[in-house]
């Protein structure tokens, strides 16, 4: 099950060449994947943060197929690739419609306390296979 | 007739003290502004540039009463205070529900091709003037 | 005593009508009075917050007097305008060399514990006060 | 020759749980990148955007090793790892000094006119060159 989400495209994105500054496709990224877990898992990274626990990224990759510009409605869809002991993988896809730029990524559990990573609790490991599809 | 959008804090917005770093209240700020001149106005951005227009802030100032925190869901009111010939005031309110914020500013309508104030076109200001609102 | 920084325009700063993003500016204020507090007074916020102290802004207000684009040399020239028992004023003036915009605003000592300001230890008040200048 | 520069972790880079925020990652890979352009080759993106050409980033990928917090001292080191008609790829180690991210990337030479790759002129190229090292 594919986990989707708009934005669009505002100042705060653009650069000096009137397109999307690609830094700011990270940060709608991370927009997205904190909304997944908390809108679509039911475990917020603030909740997560409380129990002393965050999913930071160990590996982030995009291709960036096309510009975007100022107002432009961005389509994000989220797939969940593998998953591990105590991480997971992700492909977002952003279109507009037309291909915008191509995601992948690896997430990490881990328990702040000391630092390492963390086996996924089963309810959001469960939560994790139910957006599982094949690689693209 | 206020203008009304909601934001939720997100990673992108906190800072070490785990609370919303200021500036991004002014990127918030920005994005409501655009919001309120494309969707109750019909007069985006994007629109306003290909026609050589843009309304770029000329004095902005905030009050910061309490602090914002990750996934708190903030709601900002945005009335016009003042509309002058090529310039308008507005206030924005952020709640959270308590006050977390309130911002006063100018914005002005500028023509690019000599970046001198130009006078508001009637639409402009008639939807202006749909959301004018007394000082509070 | 003015305290002085220097910082170039880049690609993060500008928006889509090709000048500087105004929340940008807000960024970079935080980044002169946080290199005001860390080289000037020698207690950068980092030390503070380990302290369970922090220094937020509770006003903040500025005036944009012309635009500055991508590669434009900004100086800044900060300097405190009063200081209470607990929180100080400052003002600072942006250059590229013509005005760019001025900024005056109210910095809290804040006892992260209780989120009450916490009256000024004497060294940064010290320090404070060989920054002290008339105000404009 | 590797390209070297320094950057201080500051309130705008950090998140609710006290670390950098990746996508400021690439806000700091973008800086240097400019910076490399302008200081190292003497031909800055404001230059390059005035003749109508552009650097767009085309693919980057990040592997964050560990975190970085509030004041500390990240130096990059920029090294140019392949030069092809109108594209280079580029690698980026940043420490504190133990590693905290590499990136890998590629940018290319755009004509904003008609939105296709243009080569590199030889001037850019031979800049690039000098800054050529063997692929880690």
């Known amino acids: ?22 830094p700011r ?4 990224i991370s927009s997205v994947i904190e909304r997944f877990f908390s809108d679509a898992l039911g475990q917020g990274f603030a909740m997560l943060l409380e129990r002393g626990l965050a999913i930071p990224m160990a590996h982030i990759e995009a291709d960036f197929h096309a510009p975007s510009r ?23 896809a952003c279109t507009g419609p037309a291909p915008r730029f191509t995601a992948t990524g690896t997430l ?3 328990d702040l306390k000391n630092g390492r990573s963390a ?13 599982l599809s094949e690689p693209a």
């Open 1 to 22: 099950m594919t986990f989707r989400q708009t934005r669009i495209v505002e100042f705060q994105h653009c650069d000096a060449a009137g397109i999307v500054f690609y």
């Open 25 to 28: 496709y990270f940060e709608m």
């Open 70 to 92: 100022l107002e432009d409605r961005l389509d994000f869809a989220l797939d969940i690739t593998r998953i591990g002991t105590s991480s997971t993988d992700f492909r977002i």
């Open 108 to 110: 990490v559990h881990v």
């Open 119 to 131: 086996p996924w609790p089963d309810a959001l490991r469960a939560g994790l296979a139910q957006h």
